[in-house]
């Protein structure tokens, strides 16, 4: 398992202040190769400024990042060698081909060859119209051309801000499993910000979640996580004292309420509510999902504008 492995990314007590302001406050995150690690936070949580210090792209005002032993403050040039990243929209030449562009972004590294640029091309799956103008291209194909950009130089470290913006429903799936491979068959360590909850449950193996400009959790997905029930009875408002004289605090999901309790006493509770008269229609095992964890350890609401996409 890849933690049994040195990290290759090690972000240290990383710190940003803007104008007094303390937006990134003394971030801690070890990234190992052949993981995929989502990067959660609601909107002006920090994951762009911090993305943005891991890339080089900004200087961090205390803490370092080193990318394979090279540290991002100290030995730039050489840390830069090793990660490929898109933060927001790529910016592309409209008006070249895509093969074009590509050979412009290939004369920032040492040894990209013309082999390796169609390699990169046929990866991301733009081989039929790499030769046509960005400009025509869709906003899925940008993207992909975007991902063939930052893989050029084969980096053992990529970074991708929000890079599922805009993409269909396939194309979020092939993106999902490219980036699975990348990891897997080549060991690429990936970091992924997003606010498609589900999307990145998919796709990652553990999530550093960040708020406010502080690492609040960092968890592994395959991690036992509490178990949950739903239950359903009439009337609803009898149920819920009695829930709670139980100690739980039920959560309302449609007809019904979350709990948190595991399968061993739920006969117990069963026959409370049967005896308190209550007309019981379903109980039942209730997996939560990524973004019901995400609503709870950053205090909900803030998560609406992604449950609207
Ligand atoms: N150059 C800047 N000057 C002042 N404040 C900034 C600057 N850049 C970012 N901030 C602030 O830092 C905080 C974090 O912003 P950041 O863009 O990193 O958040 P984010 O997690 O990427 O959010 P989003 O999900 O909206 O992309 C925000 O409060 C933002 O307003
Ligand atoms: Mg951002």
């Not at 040195?6 to 995150?29: A, F, Q, Y």
């Not at 053992?156 to 499993?177: C, H, M, Q, S």
Request: hydrophobic fraction near 40%.
């Amino acid at each position: 398992m890849a933690q049994t492995a040195e990290p290759i990314v090690r972000v240290k007590n990383l710190s940003k202040t803007i104008g007094g302001k303390k937006i990134i406050d003394d971030v801690n995150l070890d990234l190992y190769p052949g993981q995929v690690t989502g990067f959660l936070g609601p909107n002006g949580a920090g994951k762009t400024t911090t993305i943005r210090m891991m890339a080089g792209l900004m200087k961090p005002t205390a803490g370092d990042v080193t990318i394979a032993g090279k540290s991002i403050t100290s030995d730039f040039e050489d840390a830069m060698t090793n990660i490929g990243v898109i933060v927001e929209n790529p910016e592309m030449y409209k008006y070249m081909s895509g093969y074009k562009n590509l050979l412009h972004f290939a004369r920032m590294h040492k040894g990209v060859t013309k082999e390796r640029i169609m390699e990169v091309v046929r990866q991301v799956g733009l081989e039929n119209r790499i030769n046509e103008k960005v400009g025509t291209y869709s906003l899925g194909m940008r993207q992909r051309l975007g991902l063939a950009q930052a893989l050029l130089h084969n980096p053992k470290f990529l970074i991708l801000d929000e890079p599922t913006n805009g993409l269909d429903p396939a194309g979020i799936r092939e993106f999902r499993v490219y980036l699975r491979s990348l990891a897997e068959k080549a060991g690429v360590s990936v970091l992924v910000s997003s606010h498609m909850l589900s999307e990145i449950e998919l796709m990652v193996d553990r999530v550093a979640v960040i708020q406010n400009g502080r690492l609040i959790d960092i968890r592994e997905m395959k991690e036992e996580t509490r178990p949950h029930h739903y239950v359903e009875a009439q009337p609803a408002d009898r149920l819920v004292p009695l829930l709670k004289s139980k100690g739980y605090t039920p959560v309302p999901t449609g007809a019904g309420f979350i709990i948190e309790e595991k399968a061993e006493r739920i006969p117990a509770l069963v026959k409370s509510i049967v005896e308190g008269d209550l007309d019981l229609y379903a109980v039942r095992p209730y997996r939560r999902t990524l973004e019901d964890e995400f609503i709870e350890m950053t205090g909900g609401g803030q998560i609406a504008q992604t449950a609207a996409k």
